[in-house]
């Protein structure tokens, strides 16, 4: 009985890392330059002397971003060339502090942050002055209250959400 149960264990064993083994092949070879399409190429032709010694990761995120770059209308197109020229203007510090920043707003809930979405999306919805006025009060504000007014409007979403549910 023992000796069955191993043999399951390392032939599942073996079967798992054969499939992972594969997957990434297929992965590595989805990447290759040559099986990318003429659109996606184009959009990315500045990287192709350097493709093949580019980490994976970095490929796939150049390749997703190409595909999403061809969905745009122009208007998205300028719109997202626009936030790149500004994202290429801030100094390191200001680019490591905004990636940092996103690295943990993808570590919350996806509860909390579908509501921070509303609340930004809310916030966008007001005039110029008005979002000015709250920033204003908002930076006049100590950290530690900072803090305890965001978690208030965080419970209070919880809350007005638990209550429309029941």
């Given at each position: ?71 745009m ?49 809310q ?30 409007l ?13």
């Amino acid at each position: 009985m023992k000796s069955t149960l191993l043999l399951l264990l390392v032939r599942f064993t073996f079967v798992i890392s054969l499939s992972t083994s594969i997957c990434v092949a297929e992965e590595k070879s989805q990447l290759q330059w040559n099986n990318l399409s003429p659109e996606v190429k184009n959009v990315i032709q500045q990287f192709e002397k350097q493709w093949g010694s580019l980490p994976s990761a970095k490929k796939e995120r150049l390749v997703l971003g190409a595909q999403r770059w061809l969905k745009m209308n122009d208007n998205e197109k300028l719109a997202s060339s626009q936030r790149f020229k500004q994202w290429q203007q801030l100094d390191e510090d200001k680019r490591n502090t905004l990636l940092a920043k996103l690295d943990s707003f993808k570590q919350l809930p996806n509860t909390t942050q579908d509501q921070l979405r509303s609340t930004f999306e809310q916030f966008k919805k007001l005039s110029p002055d008005k979002r000015q006025q709250l920033r204003e009060r908002f930076n006049r504000l100590s950290p530690e209250k900072r803090k305890l007014l965001r978690k208030r409007l965080l419970d209070r979403r919880k809350h007005r959400r638990l209550r429309t549910r029941h």
